[in-house]
């Protein structure tokens, strides 16, 4: 682990705030997190899906973000604390033992605070899941890593009411789970080996039952699927779906509602795809199925979901428009699938997206994104709504170099304020960057990870996945993992700050033998410690 990333901290008193319809909000402080020398440093890997869980929050109001910044030659997996005034609290970065790239995609925090980052570092030859944990300090704890015989991809980490931390992805073409306890032994796990299955989301339910989403073959035809393990490891049932147009499904996400029902979220392709949420009881029985189809009659994509109070269903979707496609959120009736209200994003029609949804009990929920520009690129879009579908305020955010920033995870923490990580570019390379709003959009503070050398990532280039980087714990704190470029690979890299944005420790992973990556991030919240 290299903790020496805490090397330059500087506070930016002014920086531009997000503009939108609402008027300008004055930004209160920012913060900018550096390493010794520039580089692109990304949450969630900059990947459009697989770092939509790239941030979190704790219950104190700390953030945690994860992603990937360039160390020498290589990216590293990069986690990263702040407090809930912005102030880095430390940040955390890690490089395989293969010295190659790793990536950082997804990001959780236990009841005690520690951070767990997740993704993939290289093993020299290809991809190998790893699970880092750092304890609520930054300091590395364990390191696991697992090798299905090929390019493996973990897309998502976990951690249930015993502070078991799961790790889901795909690997030589079936789709894997794995539990651990705290102290990083494997607990149980399990290969959904159907035919050609992707391993894509991954959730837990208050009794420790695990469930694992994505894609399968039924028939010649990519149906998605959904499994159910007891706390055991035991399978209790599997489900696949075919769409109403017997064409491409895939699962992306998967959540549990206070009754233990289950709803999957992905896409349903017939003439064109939906984006489409299926709701099955405990037992594993079909409830029913909701679709959207944008107001263009075009082709949608659903990436990640979730819940309110009631078990209505939020979802975070592209939409096609008529012209473009639109950033959307919709609300699918917990009791029929029907779709109570879909608001898309009324941009200036040079494209958007969503990537990533954060939903309280009550309803209020946060889309994050793109919009389009028409001189610069995609411009960072982070879009509130109440429970009842009214845009409550949006903000978009144009990076120092006007050209393409997006937001890639975003977190409701416990006091309404609203965490999003993404990429912003820069004149020189792309950078981590993330940013808090108040409950009325006014901006709290911004915090920028910038690698050692050349690129640095919160997400990745591939999609589809599910899981991010970035997570919050109990006390507010937030932990970021991703990757970090050192100058010859990829190392994971995870940051911690508290709650007010400070540093609170920086850990670096290089496997050794080429690249690693990390995709997710949990935190134990009784013991503080973290995994990567």
């Known amino acids: 682990m290299n903790n020496v990333w805490i090397a330059m901290l500087s506070f930016v008193l002014a920086f531009s705030a997000s503009l939108s319809a609402q008027g300008t909000p004055q930004t209160k402080w920012n913060r900018t997190f550096e390493n010794p020398q520039a580089s692109d440093t990304r949450p969630g890997g900059g990947n459009s899906v697989r770092g939509n869980k790239s941030v979190t929050t704790d219950a104190a109001g700390n953030v945690y973000v994860v992603g990937s910044t360039q160390t020498g030659g290589n990216q590293d997996i990069l986690t990263a604390k702040y407090d809930a005034a912005g102030s880095a609290i430390w940040a955390a970065s890690y490089g395989g033992p293969a010295n190659a790239d790793d990536f950082g995609y997804a990001i959780a925090v236990d009841s005690n605070g520690n951070v767990y980052a997740a993704g993939d570092s290289n093993n020299g030859s290809n991809l190998d899941f790893v699970l880092v944990k750092y304890d609520s300090n930054g300091n590395e704890q364990w390191v696991r890593t697992t090798n299905y015989g090929g390019t493996d991809t973990c897309y998502g980490v976990v951690v249930d009411s015993s502070d078991r931390v799961y790790i889901a992805g795909s690997g030589n073409s079936d789709a894997h789970i794995i539990c651990y306890d705290t102290d990083g032994n494997v607990v149980w796990s399990d290969d959904y080996n159907n035919t050609t299955d992707l391993g894509y989301g991954l959730n837990v339910d208050a009794s420790n039952n695990a469930y694992l989403v994505g894609r399968t073959v039924v028939a010649g035809n990519i149906d998605w699927f959904v ?22 499904d895939e699962a992306y996400d998967v959540a549990v509602d206070a009754t233990g029902n289950v709803l999957v979220a992905g896409v349903a392709a017939d003439v064109n795809a939906d984006a489409v949420v299926v709701k099955y009881d405990a037992a594993g029985t079909f409830q029913w199925a909701g679709y959207y189809n944008g107001s263009g009659n075009g082709a949608e994509a659903c990436y990640a ?24 959120a919709v609300r699918f009736n917990a009791t029929t699938g029907a779709v109570d209200w879909a608001d898309e994003y009324a941009s200036a029609g040079f494209g958007d997206d969503a990537y990533s949804i954060s939903v309280n009990a009550a309803g209020d929920n946060v889309i994050g994104g793109f919009t389009g520009s028409a001189t610069n690129g995609n411009d960072f879009l982070v879009v509130k709504h109440d429970a009842g579908g009214t845009q409550a305020w949006a903000r978009t955010f144009d990076g120092s170099a006007n050209s393409t920033d997006n937001a890639y995870g975003v977190a409701i923490d416990v006091s309404g304020n609203v965490i999003v990580a993404g990429q912003s570019a820069t004149a020189t390379t792309p950078e981590g960057i993330v940013r808090s709003y108040d409950s009325t959009g006014a901006t709290n503070w911004t915090g920028t990870l910038v690698g050692s050398a050349g690129t640095s990532q919160v997400g990745s280039d591939f999609i589809p996945a599910t899981r991010g980087a970035m997570v919050t714990d109990g006390s507010g704190n937030v932990y970021v993992t991703g990757r970090s470029f050192n100058g010859t690979d990829y190392d994971a890299v995870t940051v911690a700050y508290d709650s007010n944005g400070t540093v609170l420790w920086t850990a670096t992973f290089d496997g050794g033998n080429g690249d690693d990556y990390a995709h997710g991030v949990a935190v134990n919240q009784n013991t503080g410690e973290v995994y990567v």
């Open 227 to 248: 499994a159910k393990y007891n706390a055991s490891g035991v399978m209790q049932w599997d489900r696949t779906y075919n769409g109403t147009g017997n064409g491409f």
């Open 305 to 328: 979901m979730g819940l309110d109070a009631a078990g209505n269903a939020y979802v975070a979707t592209r939409a096609f428009g008529g012209a473009t496609n639109l950033a959307a």
